[in-house]
């Protein structure tokens, strides 16, 4: 089963919740609260997410934190990579693969171009659209927009 971690499900929690006011400066109990998330996770999230450059630490009395850049220029893939490191399905297809099979295996190209869509189905995806409600458009894997189905 493909799932990514919980910290990193709460650091999307996270990320929305500032997207919601991304002019505000929010402090890690405000966010906890808005979360539900337990408040020693979301300073863990925060930390990680203002090292790898997502969101801005404010310092004083009004301080926490607030988006680095807009939310329409930042992406599910870019909270990913934040958190757990660029998206690999298989060892073989990240970039520092030890894969023993490596050299004689028929399916790496393969597992690859999966991957490939995957990452590009996560950049196209923005905290700002996170934050919207969901449309009436599902998207396939392959970029195509799809009616949904009406219900019976």
Do not use: F
């Amino acid at each position: 089963m493909l799932r990514l971690s919980k910290l990193t499900d709460y650091g999307i929690v996270i990320m929305t919740c500032l997207a919601e006011e991304p002019d505000e400066v929010r402090a890690a109990n405000d966010v906890a609260a808005c979360t539900h998330v337990a408040l020693p996770t979301v300073s863990k999230v925060l930390k990680l997410l203002s090292r790898a450059g997502l969101v801005v630490s404010c310092r004083g009395a009004k301080g926490g934190y607030r988006l680095a850049r807009p939310a329409r220029s930042i992406s599910v893939a870019g909270v990913i990579d934040a958190l757990e490191g660029p998206l690999a399905l298989t060892e073989c297809s990240s970039d520092s693969s030890t894969c023993s099979q490596e050299s004689h295996c028929t399916i790496r190209g393969n597992w690859q171009r999966i991957n490939g869509v995957i990452r590009d189905a996560l950049e196209t995806v923005s905290l700002a659209e996170m934050v919207a409600p969901p449309s009436s458009v599902d998207v396939d894997m392959s970029g195509l927009q799809l009616p949904r189905q009406a219900q019976a």
